[in-house]
């Protein structure tokens, strides 16, 4: 409070003894009084602002007229001052000891319920519970329904050398994933999925205009095609794709991949990216996971996607089109042949258009495989071919970038509704119509047709239902036209 504060109120305090020239003098000097012990009560708050002083606090009441104007022998206002209590050494020590309790209590609770790592780590997961229903019991080789876990994997990520800079990091990804055996008995493995270190040459908090470039070392996923590159948690459908699953694309590779792209597109507005060129290059064993190398040859893949510059509104957003390509070499050994350099190539080429709330997938794989002919005790080519459509309607908002934006509770995320149509057809040999796939079981070329729907009701859960109708060019007395009900439950951590 500065003094022309005081000044100001006594100027006011004074012009309203004007009015009270006409009462008697023993009540003028009754005001009197009261306006000097005002003054004072002003005085004493402005010298305890100029001091700083914090021993004491001074309070001022408003003022307080009363009913009968008339009465100038009551008091209109008053003065309270209150002093503040000093804490004692007693008070003190015992602040002190409430602080060291409550650090103690977080420190043993974070010592015994907090899981700790040397570096930056997230814990991460994906299962499936899985049930199937058959009409006939020979196409897949299972009983007319069961229930079964689709997927079981647990897995870390996080980084071993964080660039604050440029965002350059080092990063890692360890996974373990559940497996069937087929050695008749009910037991499982717990097999190794992703173990890799992958280093970001390009700054990656640069802002999403920058490109992007990166180098992994270990086993990991296969940038080939569509469904082959997503993890298990992406993947649109509960049934895989068949040429993809019976050619190994899915099985996970050791080896060297570099990933990339250039020139992206990026729509600030909507928060949009889409790189015009993108790119994957890579030398792996060849041979699936967890085994180590049995030949001399190893498989080169290369990978590259073009997608059209055009912002977010336009119609055309998220058209990308891309061809993948392996060169790989494998061992083969049957009846008394043997050959360490055997083909296995891998094409393919892949159409991806996703404009929520529908869109489009298409992808045609063709793979050259040598085997063993028993028969002709000599070494052949199967030339596999395979066609996979799928096309997707979204009803709900889930999928859109302003609401996920959007800040919201954990566990209040928008329903989405996913219903789609698949179409895929597998030729394991166009060289020999009943060629038997060791891979599949199942001889000759099929048709599937499924048509599926997609409940999203969290965050990062889904239930799926999906009816599959099976059409073999070849039928035997295993092997029939039939269909097949799946449900799933999928969700993730």
């Known amino acids: 409070m500065k003094k022309t504060t005081l000044t100001v109120a006594v100027g006011l305090i004074l ?10 003098d023993e ?12 003054i004072e009560s002003l005085q004493k708050r402005l010298n305890a602002v100029e001091s700083g002083t914090t021993k ?18 009551d008091v209109e206002g008053e003065t ?15 602040l002190r000891a409430d602080i060291e309790n409550y650090k103690y209590d977080q420190s043993r609770q974070y010592e015994r319920q907090t899981t700790k790592s040397t570096r930056d780590t997230t814990l991460y997961g994906t299962v499936q519970l899985r049930a199937s229903a058959l009409d006939e019991t020979g196409v897949l080789g299972a009983t007319k329904s069961t229930f079964d876990i689709g997927t079981a994997l647990i897995g870390v990520r996080g980084n ?24 008749g008995t009910n037991n499982s493995n717990f097999n190794l999925l992703d173990a890799f270190v992958r280093y970001n040459a390009f700054a990656t908090n640069a802002g999403p205009e920058t490109a992007k470039l990166n180098f992994t070392l270990g086993q990991q996923l296969l940038p080939f095609g569509l469904d082959v590159q997503s ?28 990933r990339g792209d250039a020139k992206p597109f990026v729509d600030f507005a909507s928060n ?35 997608t059209l510059p055009v912002d977010y509104a336009s119609i055309f957003r998220e058209l990308k089109f891309g061809a993948s390509y392996i060169k790989g070499e494998s061992k083969i050994s049957a009846s008394g042949i043997t050959d360490n350099a055997a083909k296995r190539d891998r094409l393919g080429f892949d159409i991806y258009y996703n404009h929520a709330p529908f869109g489009v997938t298409y992808e045609y794989l063709q793979g050259k495989t040598d085997y063993v002919d028993t028969i002709a005790q000599d070494i052949k080519e199967a030339k596999a071919e395979g066609h996979t459509f799928t096309a997707f309607y979204t009803l709900g908002d889930q999928f859109y970038n302003s609401i996920k934006s959007n800040a919201k509770f954990d566990d209040f995320w928008p329903k989405s509704v996913q219903g789609y149509y698949r179409f895929d ?46 059409l073999f060019d070849v039928e035997t007395a295993n092997q029939k036209d039939t269909n097949e009900l799946q449900a799933q439950v999928q969700y993730t951590f």
Not at 15 to 24: G, I, M, N, P, R
């Open 56 to 73: 004491s606090q001074v309070v001022e009441t408003a003022a307080v007229t009363t009913e009968d104007p008339t009465n100038a022998t």
């Open 80 to 94: 309270q001052v209150s002093e503040v209590t000093t804490a004692t050494s007693e008070d003190i020590d015992g």
């Open 425 to 470: 057809r597998y030729n394991p040999n166009k060289n020999n119509a009943n060629y038997f796939d060791t891979a599949s079981g199942r001889i000759g070329e099929y048709d599937i047709h499924s048509l599926g729907l997609n409940l999203f009701f969290a965050q990062t859960t889904k239930f799926q239902l999906q009816l599959n109708h099976y």
């Open 272 to 306: 949009y990216r889409a790189p015009l060129f993108e790119y994957a290059l890579g030398l792996t064993n060849g041979n699936a996971s967890n085994k180590a190398d049995d030949n001399n040859g190893k498989d080169y893949i290369g990978r590259v996607a073009f």
């Open 160 to 183: 071993l050398f964080r660039d604050y800079n440029e965002g350059k990091n080092l990063d890692y990804q360890l996974s373990f994933g559940y497996g069937k055996r087929n050695d």
């Open 27 to 38: 009540a003028l000097q009754q005001e009197l009084s009261s306006l000097k012990q005002q």
């Open 15 to 24: 012009s309203a003894t004007s009015q009270l020239s006409f009462a008697s």
């Open 231 to 258: 993890p298990e948690d992406l993947r649109p459908t509960i049934s895989t794709a068949a040429a993809s699953t019976f050619l190994g694309l899915f099985n996970r590779q050791n080896g060297f991949i570099v």
